[in-house]
């Protein structure tokens, strides 16, 4: 599944082919995929000139010149792939640019989704309504002690509910906490301000070198049937149960609200 680095490597890879751009050709090959896709999607952006890129909690965001913004999220398996060589099954959405370049949305699930939003509306958008702020820097201690006060379900379940933080997924959950020494099982509301500290300052450093690692494979893009976004990652903990921990303890796994969390009880307190 994507997490905020895949998609935030995707969104810097559609920059290089989409920004400045203009829209010439836009085909729905079919009418949904979690939702149904807006019924004028191809009328409202064939023509539009793309203004620049973004991105807010997992998912992508196009803006154009028509004051509208193209939202799209990957869901379970979504992928973008640039200038195939052919169209393959699952490729449900077809953009192609004034510089020939075309981008299939690929997505065998169909978890994913595709919106147009009013540009200027885009905060009061439901699904962006309720989100918390950003983990890549917008987060800190003092407003993690305050948002976890009093909170006695676990810290890794806090740090998954998108209302504290928006788009940290389980993966970079286990590794921020992890490089905190936070063992995962811990009260929200009881860790210190300097416990939290720590926390805040170590889930960006982990988003980054993520991010870093899945830029250093967008060249890969390039080449013909490229697909954006997924990378090999080495992480300290996740799926790692039973593996040495850096420390010289050994990873364990636990299933918590129904996931798999990966930490290390030696230096995770
Ligand atoms: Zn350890």
Redesign the pocket.
């Known amino acids: 599944m994507p997490e905020l680095p895949e998609v935030e490597t995707t969104v810097r890879g559609l920059a290089n082919v989409l920004d400045g751009r203009r829209i010439v050709r836009v085909e729905a090959r079919r009418e949904d995929l979690r939702r149904a896709f807006p019924k004028d999607l191809g009328q409202r952006l064939t023509g539009a000139r793309v203004t620049g890129l973004g991105r807010r909690a997992k998912y992508g965001l196009i803006h154009t010149d028509r004051a509208d913004t193209m939202v799209f999220h990957l869901g379970m398996s979504g992928s973008w792939r640039i200038d195939h060589d052919r169209l393959e099954k699952h490729d449900h959405l077809l953009i192609e640019t004034d510089a020939g370049r075309r981008l299939a949305l690929h997505d065998p699930r169909r978890f994913g989704s595709v919106d147009l939003v009013v540009t200027a509306e885009l905060a009061d958008w439901p699904a962006f309504k309720a989100l918390g702020p950003e983990p890549t820097g917008e987060v800190s201690g003092a407003w993690l002690k305050q948002r976890l006060a009093g909170r006695k379900a676990p810290v890794k379940a806090m740090l998954m509910d998108q209302r504290v933080i928006a788009g940290l997924g389980n993966i970079y959950a286990c590794e921020a906490l992890?490089r905190a020494?936070i063992d995962p099982r811990k009260a929200a509301g009881s860790l210190s301000r300097a416990r939290l500290d720590a926390l805040a300052e170590a889930i960006p450093i982990v988003l980054d070198e993520a991010i870093a690692a899945g830029g250093s494979s967008l060249r890969d893009f390039v080449s013909p049937d490229g697909e954006l976004g997924y990378f090999a990652k080495d992480f300290a903990?996740y799926d790692r149960e039973g593996q040495a921990?850096?420390?010289?303890?050994k990873?364990r796994r636990i299933v918590q609200s129904g996931r798999s969390t990966f930490f290390?009880?030696?230096?995770?307190r």
């Open positions: 992890h020494h903990v921990c850096a420390c010289g303890g990873v290390c009880p030696r230096c995770q």
